[in-house]
C-alpha cells in the first residue's frame, strides 16, 4: 500500500485529520503532506513520533510492501509464546494439548470398553436398594 494512501487511511481511521497529526508531533502539515507523497524522506525522528501518534509500527508505516499492521502482542502473550517455545512445541501443538480434555466425557471411546465403577452401598442384607435378597 503506498504511502499516501497508508496515511490517510490510518488519520481518518482516528477521526483526525492531516494538519492535527502534524500539529501533534510538531511539524507544519505541508511537511506531512510532502513526506507522506514521498517528496522528501522522512526523518526517522518524525517517523517514530507519526508511528505513535498514529498507534502503528514505524515499520508498517514505512514499508509500502505491508498492507496491514503486524499483530502486537501484549505482555502475556509474548510470555505465553516465550513457554510455548522454551518448551520445544509448536504453537499449534501447544493448542491442541491446552484444549485436550483432561478427563474423557462419559460415553467416549474411552469409556465404551471399561467396566462401570461399583459405588453402590449395602446394607449387608440385602442389595442395594435395600432390598432382602
Known sequence: MKRATKLETLIRQ???R???VA???GIPGSRL???KNNKWPMPAEVALKLAR???VSVEYLLDEKLDEPPVSYDEDIRY?????????LTVRE????LLQPVNPPLGSAAFA???PARTEKTNGAGDARGRKR
Do not use: K, Y
Not at 501447544?94 to 494439548?97: G, I, N, S, T, Y
Open 14 to 16: 482516528q477521526n483526525l
Open 18 to 20: 492531516q494538519g492535527e
Open 23 to 25: 500539529r501533534a508531533i
Open 33 to 35: 503532506s510532502e513526506w
Open 53 to 55: 501518534a498514529l498507534d
Open 80 to 88: 505465553l509464546l516465550q513457554v510455548i517455545e522454551d518448551s520445544g
Open 94 to 97: 501447544a493448542a491442541r494439548r
Open 113 to 115: 470398553n471399561s467396566e
